[in-house]
């Protein structure tokens, strides 16, 4: 059972943090951009248990992917921490995987874009992420809570105040701010 351990903060501007990654000697791993599809089913039991299920489809220059990923509740903690378990499909695997998700009696209840730059730091993943509707943030996966919080020291973002929701909750929570029946959400919109 796989444990992702993430701060998450909101920033006004990414390019401060890219200095700091340099500086610190952060090395720059990749640009994606990602499609994030999330499936509940009729009775809304993921959502209302604080459990996720998210279809990616990811384009790199090193090509596309697909990623199915299950995130179980947040467990305690100073960071968000919870269970996720992915499984990388294949070449139709989003089609495919949408049509089996389907038959299991499971919707797509929101859609929305992610333009994401991952830079890796003492054996942490930094992504610095542009989402629409929502703004920049900057999250730090590492393999434990005090790996973080010095990776969080170097880039001048420690103490700052952590989000503890996923990009779906905060994009269903801007919806409903703005009073949108939205349920796809992309750059060009």
């Not at 269970?83 to 089996?100: A, N, P, R, Y």
């Not at 900057?138 to 880039?155: F, M, R, T, Y």
Request: glycine fraction near 10%; hydrophobic fraction near 35%; proline fraction near 3%.
């Amino acid at each position: 059972m796989a444990i992702e351990i993430e701060a998450k903060i909101k920033v006004e501007s990414l390019e401060p943090i890219v200095e700091r990654l340099r500086e610190a000697g952060g090395k720059f791993e990749s640009k994606l951009s990602q499609r994030d599809t999330y499936f509940n089913n009729t009775k809304s039991s993921l959502t209302k248990s604080g459990r996720g299920l998210r279809l990616r489809r990811e384009v790199s220059d090193d090509g596309e992917k697909t990623v199915l990923t299950f995130k179980g509740p947040k467990q305690k903690g100073p960071f968000k921490s919870r269970q996720e378990i992915e499984v990388g499909l294949g070449e139709d695997g989003f089609s495919g995987m949408v049509k089996l998700l389907s038959g299991l009696g499971f919707e797509q209840v929101l859609v929305f874009e992610k333009r994401r730059k991952v830079w890796l730091l003492d054996g942490c993943q930094v992504c610095l992420d542009e989402v629409p509707l929502l703004g920049n943030f900057v999250e730090v996966e590492g393999p434990d809570e005090n790996v973080i919080a010095e990776v969080l020291s170097k880039i001048q973002l420690y103490g700052l105040e952590h989000i503890n929701k996923g990009y779906a909750k905060l994009m269903r929570e801007k919806l409903d701010e703005i009073s949108s029946d939205k349920t796809e959400i992309f750059f060009d919109s």
